[in-house]
């Protein structure tokens, strides 16, 4: 039958409109027919290349093509595969972003019914409460003598811790609204199990490595090892620029009180002494000069004086809190730190290093003196993060400046359904952002605070991605000024690297090739 469709085949209408001969194929502002060359040609001649493949295999679209079939052209073999690998390459760009979308809102949902259900029950709680205190008024007659009104306190106060309880109650928090400042490893594993080593040569020979997301911790314990310092800086920046930016960073680290350290105790203070449980009753059944002696003595009894406490509660933690400071009165300066990780949440102690006061009257220029003095970085008193973002400057800046490359601070990101993230740093290129940087306090037990820095700019850099336009991959950096972490978030993948030490000298320059690498103006 003329004009009718192939089975099962719905056709969006494509007809010209009434007054085709006032219009330009039937689209577009009206003109006069004589003014429009377009006017006799057939209409569908003008729909769009990509539909000719399929509209010609319809029998309405073979009689009305007629004799113009041959004027639609079909895509060649390379055009369709060269638009194959392009599609592909979107979907799976947006693969790792999808499936994190999916997980944060099946937590979302999760959440809103635990949090329902909670409800319920406080509320079940409370109605019983009142039961009770009812039926006991009813019970006394309102005739209250002084042992009876010990028994009503205690029935009214079972009622009003009850309707506190419901009054503070509040839906439990779905991940997708936690700040992504208090994210850990652990928890980002359940919706990215696992990533790849990022080397920090790319021509090294490197292992290739998937290491499960909940070990990352560990894995950042593992120095990165370069193979020589790579020489592309000195004949893009010159040798005069690096010794300037070498004599800057000392200048400002020296200003900052860092010491010069020839010695690192980073493998020490990855093995401080664990405090039994035991030693933690004693501890805490103790009181007052008491209880500071003991605490002496545990420090004593470790090589590095640091101390690491078995899972506690809050309250427990806020005892040996006071207790630690108490120990100025005998000059000691004890600084602490709690590490949320696998085990729990547990309380770390170390006493701060004592340094003689450096009285050389300025920067003499030496590298080995520069890279001492990042060492010192470490015994800072309590490894101030405004101190770290203090060394970053003085790394990043002059850099930026010498590749024409943007930095914006403490800039925000959100994107519904991932958790809301601010940047220390965010890094663009002509309104394209090349990465972020998240700055962490410099302390002890530094892998702790890497491995929490690492998750929260993996959420900085999927907010990036689905609301900027971003390089890719997108870079992300995790630094306590002294050590630095590099993350990569790929379309399938992310990437993490180990962490790198650039208070020595080739891992320095290492840094400076990976930054001048990623974040050059493109």
């Not at 933690?317 to 300066?333: E, F, P, S, Y």
């Not at 530094?446 to 700019?457: P, V, Y």
């Not at 992300?476 to 992310?494: D, Q, S």
Request: some cysteine; proline content about 4%; glycine content about 8%.
């Amino acid at each position: 039958m003329p004009g009718a469709r192939a089975p099962g085949l719905r056709l969006p209408s494509l007809r010209p409109h009434a007054g085709h001969a006032g219009r330009c194929g039937g689209f577009g502002a009206a003109r006069p027919a004589a003014s429009c060359p377009e006017a006799k040609t057939p209409w569908l001649q003008r729909l769009p290349l990509l539909c000719g493949p399929f509209w010609r295999a319809t029998s309405f679209g073979r009689q009305e093509l007629g004799e113009n079939a041959t004027k639609v052209r079909c895509l060649g073999a390379e055009e369709q595969a060269d638009l194959a690998a392009q599609l592909r390459i979107e979907t799976g760009r947006k693969e790792l972003l999808g499936q994190l979308s999916k997980g944060l809102e099946d937590n979302r949902r999760e959440a809103l019914a635990d949090g329902f259900a909670a409800q319920g029950l406080l509320e079940q709680q409370k109605a019983q409460a009142k039961a009770e205190l009812l039926a006991k008024h009813r019970e006394l007659k309102f005739k209250i003598s002084a042992k009876e009104f010990l028994q009503l306190k205690e029935v009214w106060q079972r009622f009003i811790q009850a309707e506190q309880d419901v009054e503070r109650h509040h839906d439990e928090k779905a991940d997708s609204q936690r700040s992504a400042s208090t994210w850990t490893a652990v928890q980002l594993a359940g919706y990215v199990p696992c990533f790849h080593l990022r080397p920090w040569q790319p021509s090294a020979g490197w292992e290739r490595r998937v290491v499960p997301m909940e070990d990352l911790r560990e894995f950042l314990q593992e120095p990165a090892e370069v193979d020589a310092e790579p020489s592309l800086l000195g004949s893009r920046l010159g040798e005069d620029w690096q010794e300037k930016y070498l004599q800057n960073l000392g200048s400002i680290l020296q200003v900052m009180g860092c010491q010069v350290s020839h010695t690192s105790q980073e493998e020490d203070w990855a093995v401080g002494k664990e405090v039994q449980d035991k030693e933690v009753q004693q501890l805490l059944a103790s009181s007052g000069q008491e209880r500071r002696e003991k605490l002496m003595e545990l420090f004593s009894q470790g090589a590095t004086h640091h101390l690491v406490f078995p899972a506690l509660g809050k309250a427990e933690r806020h005892q040996l809190h006071v207790c630690a400071g108490q120990l100025k009165k005998v000059g000691w300066t004890v600084q602490t730190h709690t590490d949320r990780g696998k085990d729990g949440e547990r309380l770390h102690m170390w006493v701060q290093k004592d340094s003689a006061k450096d009285g050389s009257p300025g920067v003499t220029g030496s590298r080995e003196e520069v890279f001492g003095r990042l060492r010192g970085l470490d015994e800072l008193p309590n490894g101030k993060e405004a101190a770290v973002r203090t060394v970053v400057d003085a790394l990043i800046f002059p850099l930026c400046a010498e590749l024409k490359t943007q930095v914006s601070m403490e800039e925000g990101f959100k994107s519904e359904p991932f958790p809301t993230s601010v940047c220390d740093y965010t890094f663009r290129s002509d309104q394209k952002v090349l990465g972020a940087l998240e700055a962490k306090r410099c302390l002890p037990n530094w892998a702790a605070t890497l491995s929490q820095g690492a998750a929260q700019c993996l959420w900085q850099l999927a907010s990036m991605r689905a609301t900027q336009e971003c390089a890719d991959p997108c870079v992300g950096l995790v630094t306590n000024g002294r050590r630095w972490v590099c993350l990569e978030l790929h379309g399938r993948h992310l990437s993490i690297s180990k962490t790198l030490d650039i208070s020595k000298e080739a891992n320095f320059w290492v840094l400076l090739d990976t930054l001048t690498r990623h974040l050059e103006a493109r």
